[in-house]
């Protein structure tokens, strides 16, 4: 017993590619936003932790 349209999945293998491809992209451009964002608040958090021992409030 087939449980599985082999020809429906062929079908529609074209738009998953696509969808796939899209959610890839979305995922990897939020996560480099993310990743930016951290690196500006360690550089932030970094050069203000030296002025503030240097004695510079």
Not at 16 to 37: D, E, H, P
């Amino acid at each position: 017993m087939r449980y599985v349209d082999h020809d429906l999945v062929v079908k529609r293998m074209g738009s998953r590619k696509i969808v796939n491809f899209l959610f890839k992209g979305l995922f990897m451009l939020a996560t480099t936003i993310a990743l930016l964002a951290l690196a500006i608040l360690l550089y932030r958090i970094i050069t203000q932790g030296a002025e503030i021992s240097r004695g510079n409030f």
